[in-house]
């Protein structure tokens, strides 16, 4: 009879305690959130990514009623960083912002402590960015049938610099390299903001970049532009021609970004996030800084959790065989 009496009232209280913590989490999540929040950027400050990030922190941060702060989490290509917020806590104080080395990380490590499709909760894809192919002010080939016979007669004397295997950068200068069947000599930098700095000072010679901050230095020849990764000109700059209409066909890398949390964020907070995204990327000011800079706001059904995932799935699926079949050096 007491064990009985014992069992049921150990019931009773377990439901109350059950009861007790998912209403103190549903309230949690109604009330989120009560303090600032964490942006996760996985390449140094000053970069393209980083410029992105903190173009929509601020509104976002203004939607939400809590600041969001940027965090600058660099090295390995962006892993490092992902690896962080994969192991983050699940509660919406963490966010994260991530270029397509989302996509393309998995095919060039051996092994990750995180899955692309299963460590992440995805809020919405946000930006599309163009890149261009940079060479210091001084390097002698004045285009880019010049800079091929350059680069065939001095090989692995030349230095290109990149943000670290996963980066854009990096795989942006690899595909172009094994285009060539020439090995340079590859310099990871923490970001490419630092390799662009190192550019324009000509401690390094080449330098595949988005163009974020580019332009400006492309306009007024502190950098020599050998080509776009893109099919079709640039509108900012249309006197540099493509890559593919200099002979690498279908030359393209477009660099797509995203917006993810941890896995295990509730879908009110989540829902939360999206929201302040979307109207941080229809707001007329982040859209005019994001035109000037190259930059191409995603249509609004990108812009969710379906339209991540779908589009981060084709990508990996896209670039696996393309990265293997390079046989991309270090
Ligand atoms: N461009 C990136 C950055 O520093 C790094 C990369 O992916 O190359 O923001």
Redesign the pocket.
């Known amino acids: 009879m007491n064990i009985k009496k014992s069992l049921i009232s150990g019931i009773v209280a377990s439901v109350v305690t059950c009861s007790l913590l998912f209403s103190n989490s549903a309230l949690a999540q109604k009330d989120w959130p009560t303090k600032s929040i964490t942006l996760v950027v996985p390449?140094?400050a000053g970069?393209?990514?980083?410029s992105v990030a903190r173009l929509i922190a601020v509104p976002m941060g203004q939607t939400l009623g809590q600041t969001i702060v940027v965090e600058n989490v660099n090295g390995a290509?962006?892993t490092i960083a992902s690896t962080k917020v994969a192991r983050a806590a699940p509660d919406g104080y963490t966010i994260y912002l991530h270029?397509m080395?989302m996509a393309t990380a998995n095919a060039l490590y051996d092994k990750l402590p995180y899955d692309p499709l299963t460590s992440f909760e995805y809020i919405g894809q946000v930006a599309d960015v163009p890149m261009v192919l940079l060479g210091k002010k001084d390097l002698p080939p004045k285009n880019f049938k010049e800079l091929e016979a350059y680069i065939k007669a001095n090989g692995s004397k030349i230095t290109m610099a990149?943000?670290g295997p996963g980066?854009?950068?990096?795989l942006c200068g690899l595909l172009f390299q094994s285009r060539l069947g020439v090995k340079l000599t590859n310099i990871p930098y923490k970001?490419?903001?630092p390799a662009l700095t190192d550019l324009l000072g000509g401690q390094v010679d080449l330098l595949c970049?988005?163009t974020t901050q580019t332009i400006p230095y492309i306009k007024d020849g502190s950098v020599k532009a050998y080509g776009t990764t893109t099919l079709k000109r640039l509108p900012a700059i249309p006197n540099v021609p493509t890559l593919d209409e200099q002979g690498f066909k279908g030359f393209e890398v477009k660099v797509w970004h995203g917006m993810y949390a941890p896995k295990g964020v509730p879908k009110p907070v989540l829902d939360k996030l999206n929201a302040a995204l979307v109207k941080a990327l229809n707001s007329p000011d982040v859209k005019k800084r994001l035109e000037d800079a190259n930059i191409d706001i995603v249509p609004s059904k990108k812009i969710t959790a379906a339209g991540l995932k779908d589009h981060l799935e084709a990508e990996i699926n896209k670039w696996g065989p393309v990265i293997r079949k390079s046989n991309i050096p270090d």
């Open positions: 390449f140094a970069g393209p990514t980083d290509g962006g270029h080395g990149n943000a980066a854009v950068s990096q970001g490419t903001g970049d988005q």
